[in-house]
């Protein structure tokens, strides 16, 4: 287990982001990890799509807090240029958010499931409490197939299975996100040090 989280803490951030965000940011993320104030017209260029579809893209990113951007107007054409830059150092944080949000859903799809509250069609759609399957006439919101109350002992296995594996997830990222708080510390304390040290060399 200790070497799946050391391969975890080596994967890029395209790779860990990928399923949040899908293959086509993941591709910009390659592209504009450990740049800074990169061209959209550029990175357009480098990932071999349309500037506008590069642009749509990147503002998922925006979105999330991953990415931000400088407009200046270029003279030459005279229109405005975005230059992006990918913060890395956010990715623990959005990671964090997104896993436990997936948690608690998970826990309250189990809870309501032992209770056996929960209503969903043949297509597995979607999966509503009694409350709301009341609301929708006990159709399926996405599909329009009636609602069935189950008890599904396979699924909520494998929900449990899942709940494990973001707790373990979890707390790698919250140690992650602890031993850089420490680090950062540390630095800041060294600087004071060395600050204070040039103070009184010139006293």
């Known amino acids: ?20 965000v899908g293959e086509d940011v993941a591709g910009i993320i390659r592209e504009l990890s450990q740049k800074k104030g990169y061209s959209e017209f550029k990175l357009a260029e480098a990932v071999g799509k349309e500037v506008n579809e590069t642009r ?11 990415a931000s951007f400088i407009k200046k107007k270029d003279n030459k054409v005279g229109w405005y240029i975005h230059y992006w830059t990918f913060h890395e150092d956010r990715v623990n944080a959005f990671l964090l958010g997104e896993k436990k949000s997936r948690l608690e859903s998970l826990k ?20 509503v409490d009694f409350d709301r399957a009341f609301e929708l006439s006990f159709r399926c919101p996405e599909c329009g197939e009636l609602l069935n109350q189950e008890n599904n002992p396979d699924r909520v296995k494998d929900w449990l299975k899942e709940i494990g594996e973001l707790e373990k997830d979890i707390g ?22 060395l600050e204070k040290e040039v103070k009184k060399s010139r006293k």
């Open 56 to 66: 749509n893209l990147l503002y998922k990113l925006y979105n999330y807090n991953l």
């Open 108 to 127: 309250e799809l189990v809870s309501k499931e032992s209770r056996g509250s929960l209503f969903s069609c043949a297509n597995a759609c979607v999966g």
């Open 172 to 193: 790698f990222l919250e140690r992650q996100k602890t031993a850089k708080s420490a680090e950062r510390l540390t630095e800041n304390t060294r600087l004071d040090e």
């Open 1 to 20: 287990m200790k070497k799946a989280r050391q391969d975890k803490d080596e994967e890029s951030a395209a790779d860990l982001l990928k399923a949040y």
